[in-house]
């Protein structure tokens, strides 16, 4: 058996996408980033060599005299571009990749993905991500696809959307995918929002037709139009739920005082409040009611309290305010809601840089407090204002 050499990776690296980027600039930024990006894995968790990849294909007893054919597929994958790591990798995916007809299924495959933009390292990525492209029919399924994404998407958008949901090229475009989208604009989504899904959670319009028309319905009775920017944003959170957990999340809200009408409109008003978890929305409240002393009817008129960090943005702020306070620099009667909705640049302005001369460690303080706070699994580490304050 030919022996092919195992590439030893030269630099490993995550990325982790914030969602302070600008939606305009994503679709750039994430195509640059990868194509900067080793995407080889560290020595740790390198796959073993080739050889023994290969030697998984038994399993699915192809037959000896298929060897030719094999060494035809491995050429055929190195002339594209992929690295040995990544074809064993693949390999060990699907070991029938072996049995593909190499000049009818193969290439056309490859080259017709290389057309629509996917050239370099990007082309392994994809297919390494779904497999299942490359045992698709081109001109049946993959092909269809993109002409039916095309109106929703240009080169770069159609780029990010594939890189987080690669399955929109093979899941079933006649019974999934274009009935979910012709769904949505018949009841008046405007097709500039559905490339907003398909970009941001592409996998919401992955879902089946019959809980997509749940989720529509859902929502519309709860009282937000399709044609609302909202609309989206519900329609993600009510796909992320099966109806039990649904179910559950509201009664989560009610246990801590909300009436189920007042859930709703909290949704209504700002639908991703709802995607928290049950664990982080017990720990906001009461971070917000015990420790703030915040009305539990401030949280209801302001949701986007919910989606805030208590960790990264609410903790930091409530010292500050609280250090102030005890100095006599600020009023305790000032809107602690109001402070948190604060931009941070408009804080650092308002409540920072205003009192650094009469507050050296000021600044220290805040951004020491901003940082992650670490928390044993199951207890949440609390914090003390006095000894905040007291640091000063």
Same mark, same amino acid.
């Given at each position: 058996m030919r022996k092919f050499l195992q590439i030893k990776p030269l630099i490993s690296s995550k990325t982790q996408w914030r969602a302070t980027i600008p939606l305009r600039d994503l679709p750039c930024l994430i195509r640059n980033r990868f194509l900067q990006t080793d995407a080889i894995p560290s020595p740790a968790s390198e796959p073993p060599p080739l050889g023994s990849a290969l030697s998984l294909s038994k399993r699915l007893r192809i037959p000896q005299n298929n060897s030719p054919n094999s060494s035809s597929v491995l050429n055929c994958l190195k002339s594209h571009g992929f690295e040995d790591t !990544? %074809?064993? =990798? #693949?390999v060990r995916k699907r070991p029938d990749i072996l049995n593909c007809k190499v000049q009818t299924k193969l290439k056309p495959k490859l080259r017709y993905l290389i057309q629509k933009g996917f050239t370099g390292k990007l082309l392994p990525d994809l297919i390494l991500s779904n497999p299942f492209l490359l045992f698709r029919g081109l001109d049946s399924q993959i092909r269809p696809s993109f002409e039916f994404l095309r109106p929703f998407l240009n080169d770069e958008e159609m780029f990010?959307?594939? +890189?987080?949901?690669?399955?929109? #090229?093979? %899941?079933?475009?006649?019974?999934? #995918? !274009?009935?979910? @989208?012709d769904l949505l604009i018949s009841e008046g989504?405007?097709?500039?929002? %559905?490339?907003k899904l398909l970009i941001l959670q592409p996998r919401v319009l992955l879902q089946s037709h019959d809980r997509?028309?749940?989720? @529509? &319905?859902t929502i519309k009775e709860i009282g937000i139009e399709p044609k609302e920017t909202r609309f989206i944003h519900a329609l993600r959170v009510i796909c992320s739920m099966s109806k039990s957990n649904w179910k559950k999340k509201v009664e989560v809200f009610m246990s801590? /005082?909300?009436? +189920?009408?007042?859930?709703?409109?909290?949704?209504? &008003?700002?639908? #991703?409040?709802?995607?928290c978890s049950e664990n982080k929305l017990r720990y906001l409240m009461d971070f917000y009611v015990n420790t703030m002393k915040l009305d539990a009817r401030a949280i209801i008129a302001y949701p986007k309290l919910l989606g805030y960090s208590v960790e990264r943005r609410v903790h930091a702020r409530y010292i500050v305010l609280k250090a102030l306070e005890s100095m006599k620099l600020i009023k305790d009667d000032k809107k602690i809601v109001w402070v948190i909705k604060l931009p941070e640049k408009k804080f650092l302005e308002e409540y920072i840089a205003k009192h650094i001369d009469k507050v050296p460690g000021l600044l220290d303080m805040y951004h020491g407090a901003v940082k992650p706070r670490k928390t044993i699994r /199951?207890? =949440?580490e609390k914090f003390d204002p006095k000894s905040a304050s007291l640091a000063l």
């Amino acid at each position: 058996m030919r022996k092919f050499l195992q590439i030893k990776p030269l630099i490993s690296s995550k990325t982790q996408w914030r969602a302070t980027i600008p939606l305009r600039d994503l679709p750039c930024l994430i195509r640059n980033r990868f194509l900067q990006t080793d995407a080889i894995p560290s020595p740790a968790s390198e796959p073993p060599p080739l050889g023994s990849a290969l030697s998984l294909s038994k399993r699915l007893r192809i037959p000896q005299n298929n060897s030719p054919n094999s060494s035809s597929v491995l050429n055929c994958l190195k002339s594209h571009g992929f690295e040995d790591t !990544q %074809i064993a =990798k #693949l390999v060990r995916k699907r070991p029938d990749i072996l049995n593909c007809k190499v000049q009818t299924k193969l290439k056309p495959k490859l080259r017709y993905l290389i057309q629509k933009g996917f050239t370099g390292k990007l082309l392994p990525d994809l297919i390494l991500s779904n497999p299942f492209l490359l045992f698709r029919g081109l001109d049946s399924q993959i092909r269809p696809s993109f002409e039916f994404l095309r109106p929703f998407l240009n080169d770069e958008e159609m780029f990010v959307a594939l +890189k987080r949901a690669s399955w929109l #090229l093979t %899941i079933s475009l006649n019974s999934v #995918l !274009q009935p979910n @989208v012709d769904l949505l604009i018949s009841e008046g989504v405007p097709a500039s929002r %559905i490339s907003k899904l398909l970009i941001l959670q592409p996998r919401v319009l992955l879902q089946s037709h019959d809980r997509m028309v749940y989720a @529509v &319905k859902t929502i519309k009775e709860i009282g937000i139009e399709p044609k609302e920017t909202r609309f989206i944003h519900a329609l993600r959170v009510i796909c992320s739920m099966s109806k039990s957990n649904w179910k559950k999340k509201v009664e989560v809200f009610m246990s801590l /005082g909300w009436s +189920k009408e007042e859930v709703l409109n909290t949704f209504k &008003k700002d639908p #991703l409040c709802l995607a928290c978890s049950e664990n982080k929305l017990r720990y906001l409240m009461d971070f917000y009611v015990n420790t703030m002393k915040l009305d539990a009817r401030a949280i209801i008129a302001y949701p986007k309290l919910l989606g805030y960090s208590v960790e990264r943005r609410v903790h930091a702020r409530y010292i500050v305010l609280k250090a102030l306070e005890s100095m006599k620099l600020i009023k305790d009667d000032k809107k602690i809601v109001w402070v948190i909705k604060l931009p941070e640049k408009k804080f650092l302005e308002e409540y920072i840089a205003k009192h650094i001369d009469k507050v050296p460690g000021l600044l220290d303080m805040y951004h020491g407090a901003v940082k992650p706070r670490k928390t044993i699994r /199951g207890k =949440k580490e609390k914090f003390d204002p006095k000894s905040a304050s007291l640091a000063l």
